[in-house]
């Protein structure tokens, strides 16, 4: 599993945040837990399959905000349950 940060721009509200959360979901099936913070400008999500960066950010791109950096990182479960 990996987590995907991404770095948005543009994002100034929570139906922003809605927006971004759905063009994600659209565009990386299999997406789990996809939250938006307009505040940090962050977006971050969960998936088993490699991420087509192209296709994310131009599904991103779509809907009027613009995509600054990706990272993917092994995920880590946190918590009680995920040691």
């Known amino acids: 599993m990996n987590q995907v940060t991404l770095h948005v721009e543009g994002m100034a509200c929570s139906m922003c945040e809605a927006h971004v959360n759905e063009a994600v979901r659209k565009a990386v099936p299999g997406a789990r837990n996809v939250k938006s913070s307009h505040k940090k400008g962050v977006t971050e999500f969960v998936t088993e399959t490699e991420v087509d960066e192209a ?3 131009r599904a991103i791109g779509e809907t ?6 990706v990272q ?3 995920y880590r479960k946190r918590g009680l349950f995920g040691l």
């Open 55 to 57: 296709a994310l950010r």
């Open 64 to 69: 009027g905000y613009t995509v600054q950096s």
């Open 72 to 74: 993917t990182a092994p």
